[in-house]
């Protein structure tokens, strides 16, 4: 049975070469059936060292805050690897895997850090994303998230913790095929089987208000003859 650590990463920006990981949220569970087991999990904020944090509706962290309540980045993984050794991770996460992975990778390399000297970045990684791709379209995590648990409270989006939980939450539920079946248009096809297209989006089966205005307007229609023939 595997033990999960899914990680969040929020940062400056897109790109690893300039960009810089801001805060890392890390989620570790067993994962059971449809379900997990919340094991551990851990955030930081990365204190800056030789950059500035700039305000963005991208992220909650602010250069102040950063500087007050972070961490150097060699802490931080050194607690994060730490956390990985004592719950015995299998295997990391991510819903994005490519970016965050790539992103601590870059920050590793800044400090002279070998990439092996980590187990969070040796282990193998799961892209959650991919999991989840509907049409060969990429959807963000919020709206995976609210497809698969409808009803629930929607979480904080850009805070790496929260990102983290809700992408543990998609990855167990991904062996739900109820679960799985609410983030698909499934509207049969000329050929065998459903379409794959996301819930709520598909440009081939996008519900038409079409009906309802010609009930609409037959229904007006029969009380003006009705009131007439009186």
């Known amino acids: 049975m595997d033990v999960f650590a899914s990680i969040d990463t929020e940062t400056t920006g897109l790109d690893p070469e300039t960009s810089r990981v801001i805060q890392i949220g890390v989620v570790i569970g067993r994962v059971t059936g449809t379900s997990w087991n919340l094991l551990d999990e851990y955030s930081v904020l990365i204190q800056p060292d030789d950059f500035v944090i700039p305000d963005s509706k991208h992220h909650h962290v602010t250069h102040a805050d950063a500087m007050k309540r972070g ?20 295997r990391m996460a991510a819903y994005n895997a490519a970016f965050d992975k790539e992103m601590l990778a870059a920050e590793a390399r800044r400090y002279d850090f070998q990439t092996s000297d980590f187990q969070f970045l040796d282990l193998p990684w799961d892209c959650i994303m991919k ?20 009803g629930r409270k929607a979480f904080r989006a850009h805070d790496a913790l929260e990102d983290a939980r809700a992408a543990m939450d998609v990855l167990a539920a991904l062996s739900d095929p109820a679960k799985v079946s609410l983030l698909y248009c499934n509207h049969p096809t000329k050929k065998k089987g459903t379409c794959r297209n996301q819930a709520g989006s598909c440009p081939h089966h996008k519900t038409s208000k079409a009906p309802h205005a010609i009930v609409g307007l037959a229904l007006v229609l029969t009380v003006f003859c009705y009131r007439i023939s009186k």
Do not use: E
């Not at 961490?71 to 299998?90: G, S």
């Not at 999991?131 to 409808?150: D, N």
């Open 71 to 90: 961490v150097p980045l060699a802490i931080a993984f050194a607690a994060l690897d730490a956390l990985i050794a004592l719950h015995k991770v299998t």
């Open 131 to 150: 999991k989840v791709a509907s049409g060969g379209r990429w959807s963000k995590l919020t709206k995976v998230h609210s497809l698969m648990f409808p």
